[in-house]
């Protein structure tokens, strides 16, 4: 399966971005759908996570309240909205997933990853 990440930009501290995580090769079906983000200089972290199937959803405590994770099966696509974002949520998020039923956020755990998309965010 080949992920595509798209969405990213540069904004402002306290604006929103929509981030999107499409899928080809096969649907999302029985698979995990995770965010994880890397900012320079730092370690890739987990960010939010979806079950496809099971319409779960799992946050990093530094985003919950202000992210949320979604998915829309007609377009195999899961999308991050990103809501009141601060500098420190600058990074590259990339979009990975792991074909489970069961939500993790062990990184080692996807076996599929999109390229990446760079959000920067200014104060």
């Known amino acids: 399966v080949q992920l595509q990440a798209s969405g990213g930009g540069l904004v402002q501290a306290g604006a929103s971005l929509r981030l999107s995580c499409a899928a080809s090769?096969?649907?999302?079906?029985?698979?995990?759908v995770g965010w994880f983000r890397q900012a320079p200089g730092k370690e890739r972290e987990f960010v939010s996570a979806?079950?496809?199937?099971?319409?779960?959803?799992y946050y990093a405590d530094s985003v919950k309240g202000r992210f949320t994770i979604s998915r829309d099966s007609a377009r195999n696509t899961v999308y991050l909205q990103m809501n009141s974002l601060k500098p420190e949520d600058t990074a590259v998020y990339y979009c990975?997933?792991?074909?489970?039923?069961?939500?993790?956020?062990?990184?080692?755990?996807?076996?599929?990853w999109g390229q990446g998309t760079l959000v920067t965010v200014s104060s």
């Open positions: 090769g096969r649907t999302f079906s029985n698979c995990v």
């Open positions: 990975a997933a792991d074909v489970s039923l069961v939500i993790h956020e062990d990184e080692y755990g996807y076996d599929y």
């Open positions: 979806i079950s496809w199937s099971r319409h779960s959803t």
